[in-house]
């Protein structure tokens, strides 16, 4: 089995910058995907970004050209790079791996705030 651990979370002002980080430790198949969702108070835990092993990435809309997704696969850990925060990026941000035949692995989650 995987585990996932994410930092990174913590108190941004708006228009700040923040970087979270995704480490996987255990049984991790390759080729994968890892990427990041997240759930805001009282909403639907949605996807922010995904990248492959091979470094291919996909955004969701909100976050497109504010948001960057990178992964070290040396390392076997996924960051979100988060730049030009709005409050509504307020969440709960989840990060996941997934391999073809085997079921997607959520970490725990880390909490982001962007706040005067």
């Known amino acids: 089995q995987v585990q996932l651990v994410e930092s990174g979370g913590g108190l941004v002002q708006p228009g700040g910058s923040l970087r979270l980080s995704c480490a996987a430790s255990?049984?991790?198949?390759?080729?994968?995907?890892m990427g990041w969702y997240r759930q805001a108070p009282g909403k639907e835990r949605d996807l922010v970004a995904t990248i492959t092993t091979g470094g291919g990435t996909n955004y969701a809309d909100s976050v497109k050209g504010r948001f960057t997704i990178s992964r070290d696969n040396a390392k076997n850990t996924v960051y979100l790079q988060m730049n030009s925060l709005k409050p509504e990026d307020t969440a709960v941000y989840y990060c996941?791996?997934?391999?073809?035949?085997?079921?997607?692995?959520w970490g725990q989650g880390t909490l982001v705030t962007v706040s005067s």
């Open positions: 255990g049984s991790i198949f390759r080729p994968n995907v």
């Open positions: 996941t791996i997934s391999s073809f035949g085997y079921r997607e692995v």
